[in-house]
Nanobody
Framework: QLQLVESGGGLVQPGESLRLSCAAS????????ITWFRQAPGKEREGVSC????????NYVDSVKGRFIVSRDNVKKTVYLQMNSLKPEDTGVYYC??????????????????????WGQGTQVTVSS
């Protein structure tokens, strides 16, 4: 079965850190761009960070720049999202999604969701004192 599985979510206090993982099962991550999405309560899902298939390019939305770091280990078939200095507004369900980009090593957080063929089930992150 081809799937992505997120883990690492939880309840933390403001200022603390979490590391999310997105593991591929049944396929390799070679030539897949990976985007981390976040859906906050009552809001639409948004892409917050992405990483190109080689890991050479990353992008972040302004609200997480300087606090989140995305990385990947293609041998382990896993993508990570290190989230530091967490704020209450970072609360939400975090999803990873994969789109095949074999012809260009790039990433963007603005692809329409319909372009992603593989999604994880999501992991809850709650930042609260």
């Amino acid at each position: 079965q081809l799937q992505l599985v997120e883990s690492g979510g939880g309840l933390v206090q403001p200022g603390e850190s979490l590391r999310l993982s997105c593991a591929a099962s049944g396929f390799t991550l070679d030539y897949y761009m990976i985007t981390w999405f976040r859906q906050a309560p009552g809001k639409e899902r948004e892409g917050v960070s992405c990483i190109s298939y080689s890991g050479s390019t990353t992008n972040y939305v302004d609200s997480v720049k300087g606090r989140f770091i995305v990385s990947r280990d293609n041998v382990k078939k896993t993508v990570y999202l290190q989230m530091n200095s967490l704020k209450p507004e970072d609360t939400g369900v975090y999803y990873c999604a994969a789109v095949s980009t074999p012809y260009a090593d790039f990433c963007t957080t603005t692809f329409a969701e319909g372009r992603y063929r593989k999604w994880g089930q999501g992991t809850q992150v709650t930042v609260s004192s």
